[in-house]
């Protein structure tokens, strides 16, 4: 398999960081959000209606910023703003869990 890095960043930055809703959900979620799912999804359809990225909605919404941007580390703050440079998700765990199953069945 070849990876062509340039595809790749272009296609993740047509989703204009909306891949950054993934995290965000489950951060606020532990920090006691009940609807943290529901809140993700509508920042993502301002961001969309705005036409600004996922990041600068999440900035721009009150109540992220007044009940839960304090309690984010900067880590996972980087991860809601530039997902497409500090988040991967579960893709590099399920990548080995692949390899390993296909390495057992070899």
Same mark, same amino acid.
């Given at each position: 398999i070849e990876v062509d890095e +340039? /595809?790749?960043k272009r296609n993740l930055?047509?989703?204009g960081g909306? *891949?950054?809703? +993934? =995290?965000?959900? !489950? *951060?606020i979620?532990?920090?006691? &959000?009940t609807a943290g799912h529901e809140k993700a999804k509508e920042?993502? &359809?301002?961001?969309l209606d705005a036409g600004i990225t996922f990041g600068e909605a999440v900035q721009k919404d009150e109540e992220i910023m007044q009940k839960y941007?304090?309690?984010? /580390? +900067?880590?996972?703050? !980087?991860? *809601?703003? +530039? =997902?497409?440079t500090h988040y991967i998700g579960l893709a590099a765990r399920k990548t080995r869990m692949i390899?390993?199953?296909y390495k057992q069945n070899d």
């Open positions: +340039e /595809s790749m930055n047509l989703s909306a *891949i950054g809703a +993934e =995290p965000l959900y !489950l *951060i979620g532990k920090l006691g &959000h920042i993502a &359809h301002a961001a941007w304090d309690k984010i /580390s +900067e880590q996972d703050r !980087l991860k *809601i703003i +530039e =997902p497409e390899v390993d199953k």
